[in-house]
């Protein structure tokens, strides 16, 4: 029971063998604050330097991890001047002998982070370590071999040398355990940015396996956008994929080496060149592939840079021109010279589903399948019975036809065709019985 002024109340409860919890309080109220404790733990040990003797005076901090059941070990939702005590479990030093302990902190998972000064224009430097447990018992560090679940190094040049004027990207994809076939099921990716000098690193990963796609823009120079925004731009990119690390690695060294080209020149179906396009290779079986793109030139050249040995697809893209699609032999990989690249307007089938009284059937499922066969298309007809399917093959002819209440394809009205619907046609009727 306490008495207090009127208004917001944080109370922070304390107990010998139970870690802190602060509960919030509203005075006057006629509600009985319930408070729950959990047993306290402690999380101890010995922190070694790079030389392997002990760390003495060493700043360290304490992360909960997301399993922590309360993980309020400080608040920063009031005035830290009124509650200095809260956050005490936060931060503590290394003694003479390099030991340090947490008591008093609920069970579960939790980083450790080590500031050091160090000799660079950064001023500090961090090591991670984790997951730890208290119920691991004392734990034994060195920052020589940092324990955390991550990935860490430097990106140089073809030379071998650090950049000095870059700026780094780097995009990271969790992969399974094999390579992924279906592009619906793509990784899992975010993305950072190194240090100046390609430092980086990348903690609390939880996948067997990464892939980093890393992007170096150097020859940096600041401008304007329209919009009055100051930005920085790059006058040369350069891309590369880092296939199947597995983490902990502290030690990466990621070459920017050159990767192949593909060249080739977009024209139309008269061979007339196509200029102002972007032509992007997309990966066609495995997602964590680099993706690029490169613009065509008033003779409809182009030159993509950066396109690994893998299979892809050319997809175009032009602001303000009606969509093209083009349908190659076979897929282009790193280092091809393709020629002459027909890009075709897409090819699209339209048409409209009515009942035998001819009012318009909404909602009927109409299935395009290739005559030759290959890849079936499914699409819904609108309100008014109408559809229309896109992205289809210039140079097929399809069976068109509705889905019935068995899932199997009917063939009615137009489509009954012996040869088929050519793409393009758009007054297809087709009659549900």
Partial sequence: RLALPAGRWALIVRCAGFGDEVVEATVPSADAVSVSMQPA???SGKIRGDDGKPLAGAVVFLE?????PNPRLTVPAYDPTRLTGADRLLRRHTDAVGAFAFPGIPEGSY??????????????????????RPSGGPVDLALSAPISNALAGRVVDAGGEPYSDARVLIAVLAERAERVNDLNARPHW?????????TFRLDDLTSPMYTLQVTVLSGLRKTTLPDGTPTNMASRMQQRAFHGLRPPRADLVLEMAELPRV??????????????????TTPLTDPTALSSSANTRDDGTFEIRDVEDADYRLQLQCTGQPTRRVVLARPVRGGALLGDVVATLEARIRGRVADKA?????????RLYPVQGGLTQTVQ?????????????PAALYFVGIVGANGTTARSGDSVRADGVRPGTNDVRLVRE
């Fill in 190 to 198: 975010t993305q950072v940015e190194g240090s100046p000098d390609g």
């Fill in 111 to 132: 980083s450790l982070v080590v500031v050091l000064p160090a000799a660079t224009s950064q001023g500090f430097r961090e090591v991670r370590f984790g997951p730890l």
């Fill in 358 to 366: 001819g009012a318009a059937v909404a909602g009927a499922q109409v």
């Fill in 41 to 43: 733990a402690t999380l």
């Fill in 64 to 68: 909960p991890g997301a399993d922590v």
């Fill in 381 to 393: 007809a609108a309100a008014d019975g109408s559809f229309e399917a896109t992205g289809l093959d």
């Fill in 263 to 280: 060249h080739g020149r977009l024209v139309d179906d008269a061979g007339a060149p196509l200029a102002g396009w972007m032509v992007t």
